[in-house]
């Protein structure tokens, strides 16, 4: 979590530090400040709240300085407050840091600060120990400063540090927190994340872990943890930065919403040739290599883990291998039986993910062949996996994640699909009946979006209920749960989904006179069993919106009100499904007043445990 963006060169360093802040308000949103150099001093301005306050507030203040640093904050140890945000400083104000992580040790290292020197603490945060650490340390020598304090320090950390003695030198480190280098012409970055950077810069520097980088105006080098110079290759970003921006429409998470076809279409059609047949390019999954696995193991969070329970689902069916999932917190900590006979797939948009980090690490430590899922290039999970499967989502920015799941289960699919033609299990005619599926589906999925006027209606409705159920069977089970993330974390609405068969074993008790009931129906198979489900909610007073393949209209005799999606395979439903419950949650927040793409309490790249 927090984003922190830092400058060194001629331009005005305090408005290209907000700029690039306000590209990584995703990451946090509760506080912002920046620390600037300025006549032989640092001038340190936060605030609590979003970064407009910080704007407003140094609007006047004409700081006529190249080299500053910034940070937005997620709050992890202290509340949001303007003592509690980003920079912290030492005791005597020359040295200025930013941090994103957590430092694990604080506790101790803070009192071995106020006992041994006299250190006074102004603030709650574990990051104002670096400040004093660094301050302690320093004797004429930031660098060699910053490497010993960050020796004490246990935890992750992308940090940035000035210092008023040394205003030649930006000092970037990173453990286990992103970090990029941008490199301009006569001015050098750093930030947590490219989109700050692309209005300046295309040439950015990956920073690896346990690396210190030391900008200058005109030079940028990169160290090991044995202070040894390493080379770096230039990483050229290709994509642009109106792809980071919202371009009319209300809010990133509508436009993302609106991006799914595109993204579908790119992340199938750049893995097929001309015979339908799937390439993995860079990917080197053998069928040797298949035929060693006896189990995936498929770990990830939030969204990303509902996309793994489609993927559980179809590489079981297609490729016939037990797969486990699990989430990537509960992974790490329970002993998972795991080998080098395990594909382990870690699912994550951002790459960033502290738990699923975690958890890759865990499973490579024990031998598994690690494939990832992500849609971030050169981010920890792409880097530290032995192949990665890109989604090509394209950037996501809204904290609620809608296309980034879309391309997630088109992976699932296409990983399943080659699994299961290379093992020579799966019959061609099958194979290629699915590839036609996955084909039209971006053509489908525009039409389901031509919908939105009635999803809107149907959120007009209910936007004032404060608890939704969510129930479906089979794969409607994994969207049920997907649906209902989705409205709790943008419209704060109180909403459950459960597997509809499991209702009448306790859940149901809950169900009432005007209880809000999604169903969803979309597996022929399971249609008529659903309809009973629907109908068992409904005896008790629910008021259902069902969600059904065009065609099945016996569903209006049971629901208040439906939702169509183009008819297709039941399997690949889940592509199509999940999009009117975006666009519901969309539009139920958007009457609720919330501000849907920075919900409360939540970030968008979560790198705490
Ligand atoms: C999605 O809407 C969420 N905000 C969240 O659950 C997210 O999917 C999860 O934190 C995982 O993120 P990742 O895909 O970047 O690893």
Not at 352 to 362: F, K, P, Q, S, Y
Not at 421 to 428: A, E, P, Y
Not at 507 to 514: F, H, M, P, R, V
Request: net charge negative; with cysteine; charged share 25%.
């Amino acid at each position: 979590m927090c984003g922190i963006v830092g400058y060194i060169g001629d331009g005005n360093a305090s408005d290209i530090i907000i700029e690039g802040l306000k590209k990584l308000e995703y990451r946090g949103y509760d506080s912002s400040g920046i620390a600037i150099y300025k006549n032989g001093k640092i001038e340190v301005h936060k605030y609590k709240g979003r970064i407009a306050n910080l704007e407003a507030a140094v609007a006047n203040e004409h700081f006529n300085s190249g080299v500053g640093i910034g940070h937005t904050r997620w709050a992890t140890h202290g509340a949001p407050s303007d003592v509690n945000a980003h920079p912290h400083s030492n005791t005597d104000h020359s040295i200025a840091i930013v941090h994103n992580g957590i430092i694990e040790n604080y506790v101790e290292l803070r009192e071995w600060l106020i006992r041994e020197h006299g250190i006074v603490f102004v603030s709650e945060t574990d990051t104002e120990v670096i400040a004093h650490l660094i301050g302690l340390y320093y004797d004429g020598d930031l660098v060699d400063a910053v490497y010993k304090a960050v020796d004490k320090m246990r935890g992750a950390y992308g940090i940035g540090v000035i210092c008023s003695k040394e205003p030649d030198k930006l000092i970037a480190v990173r453990k286990d927190s992103p970090l990029v280098v941008g490199l301009g012409e006569g001015c050098n970055f750093i930030a947590s994340d490219i989109p700050a950077l692309l209005k300046h810069v295309r040439s950015i520097y990956l920073i690896e872990n346990n690396e210190t980088v030391v900008l200058t105006k005109n030079d940028v080098k990169i160290y090991n943890a044995d202070r040894k110079e390493v080379k770096r290759d230039v990483f050229h970003v290709t994509w642009d930065e109106d792809a980071a921006e919202k371009d009319g429409y209300d809010h990133f998470m509508l436009k993302e919403i609106y991006e799914q076809p595109k993204g579908l279409y790119e992340t199938l059609n750049r893995r097929l040739d001309e015979n339908g047949m799937i390439k993995l390019d860079g990917i080197s999954l053998t069928k040797e290599d298949l035929e060693k696995f006896n189990k995936v193991y498929i770990v990830a969070c939030g969204t990303a883990y509902h996309a793994g329970l489609v993927g559980k689902y179809i590489i079981e069916k297609l490729a016939k291998i037990p797969v486990e999932i699990d989430v990537a917190s509960e992974f790490r900590y329970r002993d998972p039986f795991v080998d080098d006979r395990t594909l382990f797939i870690a699912i994550s948009q951002s790459g960033e993910t502290l738990d699923t980090l975690a958890a890759l690490r865990e499973a490579k430590n024990k031998g598994a062949r690690i494939l990832s899922v992500c849609n971030v290039v050169g981010s920890s999970v792409a880097r530290e996996s032995d192949d990665v499967f890109y989604t090509w989502a394209g950037p996501e920015i809204a904290v609620a994640s809608t296309k980034a799941f879309t391309t997630q289960l088109m992976c699932m699919y296409l990983i399943a699909l080659y699994m299961g033609s290379t093992k020579g299990i799966l019959d061609m005619d099958v194979y290629h009946r699915y590839i036609d599926e996955l084909k039209q589906i971006p053509d489908k999925l525009k039409k389901v979006l031509e919908q939105a006027g009635n999803v809107m209606e149907i959120a007009k409705d209910f936007y004032k209920r404060e608890q939704v159920f969510f129930i479906g069977r089979g794969l409607d089970s994994a969207i049920s749960f997907e649906g209902s993330l989705k409205l709790k974390e943008i419209s704060y609405i109180n909403s459950f989904a459960i597997a509809a068969g499991e209702l009448k074993h306790g859940t149901i008790a809950l169900i009432e006179q005007g209880t809000m009931v999604i169903a969803l129906a979309t597996q022929d198979r399971l249609f008529e069993k659903m309809l009973s489900n629907i109908q068992e909610v409904k005896a008790r007073g629910a008021t259902v919106i069902g969600l059904a393949k065009e065609g099945n209209v016996d569903i209006e005799q049971q629901a208040n009100k439906v939702i169509y999606i183009p008819d297709c395979m039941d399997e690949v439903t889940p592509l199509l499904s999940v999009v009117p419950l975006q666009l519901l949650s969309y539009n139920i927040a958007k009457l609720r007043g919330c501000d849907i793409d920075k919900p409360k309490n939540l970030a968008k790249s979560v790198t705490v445990e």
